[in-house]
């Protein structure tokens, strides 16, 4: 299954590599890829464990992640 989740609060590049790395290490993601550009993360994930795989996306977008760097920190 694909999903598509908009990124409010990533404001920077490495902020968006360190999310993308986050969900793609959760089980049941067979791929994750962060669009900076377009503000976007694409994942898919195995269907049987969309439930939980969401829920586990929407804390790490719920509580981003901030670098050195990014003005929001």
Known sequence: MKKIYALENVT???CAQV???HVNSLTGVTSAMVSFKLK???VNMDDDKEAEIDSQIQKILAKPFYCKNCPNR
């Open 40 to 42: 976007k993360l694409t």
């Open 19 to 21: 999310t993308e790395a």
């Open 12 to 14: 920077c590049t490495h």
